[in-house]
């Protein structure tokens, strides 16, 4: 491998056997990666993150500190989970009925951001370049390129690829970005970008 090839695993933090983790990547104080997680490559896992055994993690993503990514979660590349934010993986937990095979399903798409104590309910999928705002409860699907804020969740924008709210006012009729200038056409409640 070359330099900075190598997964760095902080001597506090757990890795099972079985757990498979991508090349770069590295692993902080006090995490425990269960066995039969899939980890991908340059993926950055801050302090105290737990990833369970079916959880399924993709390559370049970030998850600060005290981050459960549980069973039934799947994470696309490059998303950013801030810190403390959660994912549950039923809907009704009793600790005294046993519920393993009610969880549901959720997923977060490429390159969305997932902001500091939001909370994802499961069964939910977070649409690609989308952003939830810190301590926004999610308890229905996201769009693609939704800016999510508030409990419940509700879009209250549109974000680019890059994070910037997109504006109104093209010439067009379009949406643009005021950082980058890509410019997206609305389709009801979903946005398409354009090709440059």
Known sequence: MAPGDEVFV???????????????TRIWHYCHVMSGARIGASCVLGQNVFVGGAAVVG????IQNNVSVYDAVTIEDEVFCGPSMVFTNVLI??????????????????????????????GHTVGAYALVGAGAVVTHDVPDHAL??????????WVCRCGVTLMDGAPDGLLFCPACGARFRRRGDTLQPLAE
């Not at 902080?10 to 770069?24: I, L, N, S």
């Open 93 to 122: 937990p009793r600790a005294f009925i046993e519920r393993k095979a009610e969880y549901r399903p959720t997923r977060v798409r490429r390159g969305a951001t997932l902001g500091a104590n939001c909370t994802i309910l499961c």
């Open 148 to 157: 999510m804020l508030g409990v419940p969740a509700r879009r209250e924008a």
């Open 10 to 24: 902080h001597p506090t933090a757990t890795v099972d056997d079985g757990a498979a983790v991508g090349r770069g």
């Open 59 to 62: 390559d370049r993503v970030k």
